[in-house]
T-cell receptor, first 111, second 112 residues
Framework: QKEVEQNSGPLSVPEGAIASLNCTYS??????FFWYRQYSGKSPELIMS????GDKEDGRFTAQLNKASQYVSLLIRDSQPSDSATYLC???????????FGTGTRLKVLA | NAGVTQTPKFQVLKTGQSMTLQCAQD?????MYWYRQDPGMGLRLIYY???????DKGEVPNGYNVSRLNKREFSLRLESAAPSQTSVYFC???????????FGQGTRLTVV
């Protein structure tokens, strides 16, 4: 079982819709979770971090964490074509500073 | 303020050659990381350094060595390059408490 799992996609949504991206992780002791966005040919850039159960909102982005289910999600409201990218979920393994990434979900926002 | 700087940006090696990828950060971060990214495989951790003077293996360390030269610099060495090491390599750094990672622009390495 991979430590961090994501559906590779592509996930296609129409412009203006809500995009929902999901991630599961295997290390029950993990406490730190992140979402990164990566445009083709570019380096990853941080969108959100979340450390506590529940929702965290930042502009059009909402991260959701459920530690009991070992599940992290990212919602993008009012999706724009410029949101088309690969979204990477990352988890820090418990007791370490080991930063583990999922394989990413490719999002396509259709104009 | 440059953030995380990697050199070189592109490199072509012949099988068996050696090279060192350089990474430097100016954000006073304690932790630094080396990843490789291959199509469909996501980012895979090669080695990381939680703080100056320490290094630890990640998911795919075989064929690589690292040196944490000082707090700013973390280098990745390929002693005898193999075609399987053709990849895009990313260096990243993070602060111990905040933990949000910042990435360099990547090095595209081809081994022929």
């Amino acid at each position: 079982q991979k430590e961090v799992e994501q559906n590779s996609g592509p996930l296609s949504v129409p412009e203006g819709a809500i995009a929902s991206l999901n991630c599961t992780y295997s290390d029950r002791g993990s406490q730190s979770f992140f979402w990164y966005r990566q445009y083709s040919g570019k380096s990853p850039e941080l969108i959100m971090s979340i450390y506590s159960n529940g929702d965290k909102e930042d502009g059009r982005f909402t991260a959701q964490l459920n530690k009991a289910s070992q599940y992290v999600s990212l919602l993008i409201r009012d999706s724009q074509p410029s949101d088309s990218a690969t979204y990477l979920c990352a988890v820090i393994a418990s007791g370490t500073y080991k930063y583990i990434f999922g394989t990413g979900t490719r999002l396509k926002v259709l104009a | 303020n440059a953030g995380v700087t990697q050199t070189p940006k592109f490199q072509v090696l012949k099988t068996g050659q050696s090279m060192t990828l350089q990474c430097a950060q100016d954000m006073n971060h304690n932790s630094m990381y080396w990843y490789r990214q291959d199509p469909g495989m996501g980012l895979r951790l090669i080695y990381y350094s939680a703080s100056e003077g320490t290094t630890d293996k990640g998911e795919v360390p075989n064929g690589y060595n690292v040196s944490r030269l000082n707090k700013r610099e973390f280098s990745l060495r390929l002693e005898s390059a193999a075609p399987s090491q053709t990849s895009v390599y990313f260096c990243a750094s993070s602060e111990l408490l905040v933990l949000e990672a910042f990435f360099g622009q990547g090095t595209r390495l081809t081994v022929v």
